[in-house]
């Protein structure tokens, strides 16, 4: 949904930009020139536009995934990241687009954007499977009711907008209530493209009879881009709560979610950094529960062609010489992943305090790995691969640990080392050589 969101916020700013000199009317008509324009570069891009109305003040046109090639490459000159897949998975849906030219002190354009027709194989999935949703959600779209409402400012440097409110009960055989409030975003633009963007959810719930029930409370996102390229990016995002209970044999409960990414690219080399903590997570599976206070996970991710790795996700799964052509390319600029971090400070199981964990892993692939011979040979694979893993936990969880027989046959065989009061694993394995604690397999 977020990249769809994006996408479109991109669609209008890049159809409606004009900086602002003159009186009203002479704007008026000067952001209709430049909508005339702006739309027959949509249609060169991929993009199917009808339906169009044009009045003094408003207009109004539907656009439609016409030819979804054309449109990621469009989009991504835009500074925003979607693919092929999700692109073509909209094919024959068609949003309409209700503009209002200088509605209030702030906008010099205000836009609603809403679903007018569904993906053609939604459509086709539903009249097969399911006739009574397929009216329900036509009846949605009727009524308008999934609605984005954007407003530009009078330099069309930034906007703000939200989604509209989503309260409704689809009763079957199952009841299920779905309720979306307090969607919000704002953000700027730099020379024609997205700059950064904030967005809020207040409250998101789905709650199915007894069978399921998801709520999310308080989610923000931050997303700047710092440079021309899609790709030179960092987010922040918060989550206040989580809750999932799958009728009575699962919970699970996540507490203040913090966490940010970054991604920058140096000859086509991508580089992806990971950091995320949450204060609290509860786990009740059956008659067991499991709690970790202060958990912490820092991933990097290094040297992924990032141009070979887009192709990889447009291949048809059956051309296997394209797909071995584009691994090789990824593996050959010697593709790294490291965790620094993984770790809870407290452990509880069925309340029983357990201590604390913490591990970290390195790993690689030789960059001279042939993959037609590895298919051919696994063992040349197992040759190439290169890693490194640091296990710490304390004792109680691992004599919890203990109490699983698999377990417990590998502590015997190699037991663990005594280190400032915890038990430790370094394991290693280095081209077909695999040592843990010194000791050599």
């Not at 907008?161 to 299920?176: C, L």
């Not at 400070?345 to 913490?358: H, L, Q, R, S, Y």
């Amino acid at each position: 949904m977020r990249k769809i969101g994006l996408g479109f916020i991109g669609i209008i700013v890049v159809a409606m930009i004009y900086y602002f000199t003159s009186g009203s009317t002479r704007v008026t008509e000067e952001i209709k020139k430049q909508v005339n324009h702006e739309l027959l570069t949509l249609q060169q891009n991929g993009f199917g536009v009808g339906e169009r109305e044009v009045k003094k003040s408003e207009e109004h046109f539907v656009l439609d995934f016409s030819e979804p090639k054309k449109i990621v490459s469009y989009l991504k000159h835009q500074g925003l990241q979607v693919n092929i897949k999700d692109l073509s998975s909209l094919k024959g849906m068609k949003f309409a687009v209700d503009a209002k030219y200088l509605n209030d002190t702030y906008s010099a354009l205000s836009v609603d954007i809403y679903p007018k027709a569904l993906p053609s194989k939604i459509v086709t999935s539903l009249k097969a499977e399911d006739q009574k949703m397929l009216s329900r959600i036509e009846k949605m779209i009727a009524d308008k009711t999934l609605l984005i409402h954007i407003d530009f400012n009078k330099l069309l440097s930034g906007f703000k907008g939200y989604i509209k409110n989503i309260d409704e009960t689809f009763k079957d055989e199952v009841t299920m209530h779905l309720l979306a409030q307090g969607m919000t975003f704002d953000g700027s633009l730099k020379n024609e493209k997205l700059k950064n963007l904030q967005q809020t959810v207040k409250h998101f719930s789905l709650v199915a009879d007894d069978k399921i029930d998801v709520t999310l409370s308080n989610f923000t996102t931050e997303y700047a881009l710092k440079s021309e390229s899609a790709y030179d990016t960092h987010a922040n995002y918060r989550v206040e709560n989580f809750k999932m209970r799958a009728e009575k044999i699962f919970r699970m409960e996540l507490s203040n979610i913090k966490g940010s990414s970054t991604t920058s690219l140096k000859n086509k080399l991508l580089k992806s950094t990971i950091h995320s903590t949450i204060e609290g997570i509860l786990v009740q599976e059956k008659q067991k529960k499991y709690t970790l206070k202060q958990s912490l996970f820092d991933l990097t991710i290094d040297n992924l062609d990032i141009e070979a790795f887009e192709k990889l996700q447009t291949v048809n799964s059956e051309d296997h010489t394209a797909i071995n052509l584009l691994t090789q390319q990824i593996l050959s600029k010697g593709v790294e992943f490291n965790i620094s971090k993984l770790s809870s400070k407290e452990v509880t199981i069925d309340d029983a305090p357990m201590g604390n964990f913490d591990l970290s892993a390195s790993g690689n692939i030789d960059k001279g790995l042939d993959i037609a011979a590895a298919q051919q040979n696994p063992f040349i694979l197992l040759q190439a691969l290169s890693a490194q893993t640091h296990v710490e936990a304390s004792p109680a969880l691992f004599l919890h640990l203990m109490q699983d027989p698999r377990a417990m046959m590998v502590m015997m065989l190699i037991p663990p080392e005594e280190k400032n009061g915890q038990k430790v694993y370094d394991v290693s394995y280095i081209k077909g050589k695999l040592t843990v604690n010194g000791m050599n397999f």
